[in-house]
């Protein structure tokens, strides 16, 4: 589903105009972006999931195409965990 199909699904379901499901879906987007760029970044949407921010440690890796041994640095990363609703719905 893209961000397209989504504003017009919630916009039918809700009954209300796309260019408002757009504007709450960006607000909704730019939320969780925020509260993750924190230092303990968490979002719990309960029945849903939670998205939190973990860091991932510097590690050695493998070019594909010649074989050499690279750095690869450390970095943060997004993982979401499904809530138990949604994990019994799918």
Not at 51 to 70: D, L, S
Request: proline share 3%.
């Amino acid at each position: 589903m893209t961000k397209a199909e989504l504003v017009e699904k919630a916009a039918k379901d809700a009954k209300i105009s796309k260019v408002a499901a757009a504007a709450a879906l960006n607000s909704f987007m730019d939320g969780v972006t925020k509260a993750l760029k924190k230092k303990d970044g968490k979002v719990t949407l309960v029945g849903f999931g939670t998205f939190k921010k973990v860091r991932r440690k510097a590690r050695k890796g493998r070019n594909p195409q010649t074989g050499a041994p690279i750095k690869i640095k450390a970095t943060n990363v997004v993982k979401f965990r499904p809530g138990r609703k949604l994990r019994e719905a799918v």
